[in-house]
């Protein structure tokens, strides 16, 4: 059933990071009904039927710029331990159910707030994307060639710097309001996030083991045994034996031990070392390579797209990817060694458990078909 088995949360409707922190949460068992945020389709995300993201999870539908829509909110945020949202700082409570409003219905509740900027600050109520968020912190600025920057998708700042830190910050407030007897309201910006994703970098720099320019570094493609290199099909290897036993066991596969010594590693030659490892690459066909690799140590993997990557011999092995509703997916992470994760349920469509949602938290019949009556539920 999962760690979090019998922890209850909200998750007010929203795009990108929140629902991934609530997929998080629903994967290692927590009970996560998602609220839409009004009575029709807000067209803020994807359908709830067909997004990852909404896996075990269920939806109920309400209109939260109704009175009725509130309290209904806030009878379901009586019984629950975890909120989470992501509007700009202000506009829950606005409508009616800020931190101040949850907490004197519940005490106990740990309130997430998932913002890019944060509940404060200059850019705190300006529109932003992931993008942006990474490019105050220096992240993006370190990522991509010498010529620009490249967007990682956005993994290092909504997912990563977002997601993650929320989920985080909930662990432990659920983990303090045992202790307390208090929840607490948690402030996850992305930019702080993904800030502290670049920890290290900060302390390389100070000794001088980093530098400002792009793929200039050990870790930013810039080293030859570190980097991906095209192979003679249009494919690629990613090479990353940075240790010098490594890099033998690297340079024995390619046929180069005799032709390069350890000084073709430091810097002033990894341009030329580069170029001589990428003609060899280029030599031959990526499975040629795998072929060649097979048990060694020498850190070479493919490089693998959505469609392949659940092929992939080790992934099949550990079930990395499961099968839901006939959409292939990454199966919950991490593992556990007795509360294990159950596979998670298709995803719902939105307001499908309206209904049954309301009715466990004390509703009659013919109280949410007045709500229903009153445009409050969908």
Not at 71 to 79: H, N, T
Not at 214 to 233: F, H, I, K, M, V
Not at 235 to 242: E, K, P, Q, S
Not at 258 to 285: E, G, N
Request: net charge negative; hydrophobic share 45%; glycine share 10%.
């Amino acid at each position: 059933m999962g760690p979090l088995h019998g922890v209850r949360v909200i998750e007010i409707k929203g795009i990108g990071p929140g629902p991934y922190a609530g997929m998080l949460l629903a994967d290692l068992g927590a009970d996560v009904i998602v609220v839409e945020r009004d009575a029709k389709p807000n067209g803020i995300a994807p359908p709830s039927a067909t997004d990852v993201h909404s896996r075990g999870k269920r939806s109920i539908a309400l209109n939260l710029k109704t009175p009725a829509g509130v309290a209904a909110l806030l009878r379901i945020v009586a019984q629950s331990d975890v909120l989470i949202e992501g509007f700009r700082p202000g506009v829950a409570e606005r409508l009616g159910f800020g931190p101040e409003a949850c907490h004197d219905v519940n005490p106990r509740l740990v309130f997430g707030r998932l913002t890019g900027w944060g509940q404060d600050g200059p850019l705190a109520n300006t529109a932003g994307h992931d993008i942006n968020y990474i490019g105050i912190v220096g992240a993006l600025a370190a990522i991509g060639s010498a010529d620009k920057p490249t967007v990682p998708l956005n993994l290092v700042g909504d997912y990563a710097g977002g997601s993650l830190f929320l989920v985080i910050g909930i662990l432990a407030a659920l983990l303090e309001a045992k202790a307390s007897g208090q929840g607490q309201i948690i402030d996850a910006a992305i930019t702080d996030g993904a800030a502290h994703l670049m920890s290290g970098f900060h302390g390389w720099r100070d000794i001088g083991f980093w530098n400002t320019q792009r793929a200039n570094n050990l870790l930013d493609g810039a080293a030859p045994n570190y980097d991906t290199y095209a192979t003679s099909d249009g494919r690629f290897l990613a090479i990353g034996a940075l240790e010098p036993q490594f890099t033998a066991a690297l340079l024995d596969g390619l046929g180069l031990a005799d032709q390069l010594d350890a000084s073709a590693f430091y810097p002033a030659h990894w341009p030329q070392t580069k170029q001589r490892i990428a003609s060899v690459v280029a030599s031959r066909t990526q499975a040629e390579w795998l072929a060649v690799f097979d048990g060694s140590d020498a850190c070479v993997a493919p490089v693998l797209n959505v469609d392949d990557a659940p092929a992939h011999p080790h992934n099949q092995a550990r079930k990395t990817y499961v099968d839901i509703a006939g959409v292939t997916q990454p199966a919950p992470a991490p593992r556990f060694s007795r509360s294990a994760c159950s596979q998670p349920a298709a995803p719902h469509a939105e307001a499908a458990d309206s209904d049954a949602v309301l009715a466990e938290f004390g509703y009659s019949a013919d109280e949410i078909a007045a709500l229903r009556h009153d445009a409050v539920l969908r």
